[in-house]
């Protein structure tokens, strides 16, 4: 008669291991912190700046919450202080301390807490998530804002079948400006569209880091690889659709970034990536130069005027002469500017709506924190761009071994800087609330974690579909 023995050749199977509540929770805080920080006009037009500013408050005193428990807890991957991002935090102190001769103290008081909450936020996130839990919560996060961009434009064309203003006003009697709609009603008629955000430049800009977001996670072979093919043709789509010109240039660069990338990661020896940077150098010089001198008809072809619709003549100029009052240190730290503030209310009006930011990130900067501002900016940003940049072309190596896979991933860093770098020529965005989430996330985790899916800090947590992390071989 059968028996079943006491002493199994193998050990019974067991369930696979899956994620805690806890850490299902950190994943939802982290999307929604994305959500909040990329659709922040959403927001605002949907509870108003008290509203908004109230969620924010919020959302930062769940991740101090969350936060301090994981840092002073002993664990394996314990946070990386030293690799923190010093050039940007040095910036974040310096706006603090220009309260003292800040001209505005009010919008400086109120925008410096913004910038605080946000760094708090991007650091959690950088220390808490490894590199394809990051990818995997930012895809998620773009995908809602897709999703209801699309219900939004299609409810207001269908249903309400007029355009929408913010906080779901009733349309005054007459004509009013269309920059004060929501969204416009033109997702049917052919017009751009503005989406959840309300903003067609925001919305597109949006749409091309969530292609570069899918598109890693396409690279990396995941699971449910139609689904994101679809993903991606969508907001290909409603990229067009919002018709920015600025995030077409954006997308240019990307791309050209991404040709140099696998050119050099093909190249075995030192002397090849140095025939590809002369080439790339003396080739990115005479594009520049052809920019420079035939600005007016590619302009044209793009549909926007000489003047980059109004930057140069009315924003530009206004705002370095108000930089040239305090060249050095500043007129007092204010990212976006603040309009019901008597400094900003009027000072610079376009569409008849005063304007919240200089539409160029190093002209905002230089007018707020002067040329210190400057220089702690650009060593942030340039910082990033180094390492992301290295992150990328460099083969992953930690001992002899010289012949592993490049991972798709690494590209994410470098091209989410470049698009920010490239857009912040026309807008204020890359210094402030998603921009500077991107600088703080990117900056900190490439410093602490230069390795995809190698150390401590990747290897202790449990990675999406619930296997757990495993030490590349």
């Known amino acids: 008669m059968a028996q079943y023995t006491k002493h199994p050749v193998t050990a019974p199977p067991t369930a696979p291991e899956r994620e805690s509540t806890g850490q299902l929770l950190l994943r939802a805080y982290a999307i929604l912190a994305f959500i909040v920080a990329f659709a922040h006009t959403a927001l605002y037009n949907l509870v108003g700046m008290n509203g908004a500013g109230i969620v924010m408050i919020v959302l930062t005193l769940a991740a101090v919450a969350i936060g301090v428990p994981m840092i002073t807890r002993a664990k394996?991957?314990?946070f990386a202080w030293r690799r923190l991002p010093w050039s940007a935090l040095g910036y974040v102190v310096f706006a603090l301390?220009?309260?003292?001769?800040?001209q505005w103290r009010g919008p400086t008081i109120i925008t410096w807490l913004l910038l605080a909450a946000i760094t708090v936020n991007a650091l959690l996130i950088a220390h808490a998530f490894s590199w394809h839990e990051i990818v995997r919560t930012l895809a998620s996060a773009f995908k809602w804002i897709l999703g209801l961009s699309v219900v939004l434009e299609l409810w207001v064309s269908l249903v309400l079948q007029r355009p929408l203003l913010p906080n779901f006003l009733t349309l005054p009697d007459g004509d009013i400006d269309p920059h004060w709609y929501w969204v416009r009603d033109n997702f049917l008629d052919g017009g751009r569209i503005q989406g959840l955000v309300g903003n067609s430049n925001v919305l597109a800009i949006i749409c091309l880091f969530a292609i570069v977001t899918f598109g890693v996670r396409f690279a990396l072979r995941e699971r449910w690889s139609t689904t994101l093919a679809l993903w991606m043709l969508l907001a290909a789509y409603l990229l067009l659709r919002a018709g920015s010109a600025t995030t077409y240039v954006c997308a240019i660069a990307a791309a050209v970034v991404v040709a140099i990338v696998l050119l050099i990661r093909r190249t075995r020896t030192p002397g090849?990536?140095?025939r590809i940077y002369v080439i790339c150098t003396a080739s990115?010089?005479?594009v520049i130069?052809?920019?420079?001198?035939?600005?007016?008809?590619?302009?044209?072809?793009l549909g926007r005027s000489a003047d980059l619709t109004g930057r140069t003549d009315l924003i530009w100029t206004t705002v370095l002469e108000r930089a040239a009052t305090h060249p050095v240190f500043g007129n007092g730290f204010s990212s976006p500017w603040i309009p019901a503030d008597p400094a900003f209310d009027g000072w610079i009006v376009d569409h008849n709506i005063t304007v919240f930011h200089a539409h160029n990130m190093w002209l905002d900067v230089l007018m707020q924190l002067g040329a210190v501002g400057v220089l702690l900016m650009a060593a942030a940003y340039l910082g990033l761009l180094w390492r992301a940049w290295f992150f990328a072309i460099d083969r992953p190596r930690w001992d002899l071994r010289a012949d592993r896979p490049y991972s798709p991933l690494t590209l994410l860093p470098l091209l989410f800087t470049v698009i920010l770098l490239v857009q912040g020529l026309a807008e204020s965005t890359p210094i402030m609330l998603w921009g500077w989430l991107m600088l703080m996330l990117f900056s900190f985790k490439v410093k602490s974690v230069?390795?995809?899916g190698v150390g401590l800090s990747e290897q202790a947590r449990v990675t999406e579909r619930g296997q757990t992390a495993r030490r590349i071989p």
Do not use: C, N, Y
């Open 97 to 102: 301390l220009s309260l003292a001769w800040s």
């Open 289 to 301: 130069a052809a920019l420079i001198v035939f600005r007016k008809p590619l302009l044209e072809a």
């Open 272 to 274: 090849g990536r140095t």
């Open 284 to 286: 990115a010089a005479v």
């Open 76 to 78: 394996p991957h314990a």
């Open 450 to 452: 230069p390795l995809v």
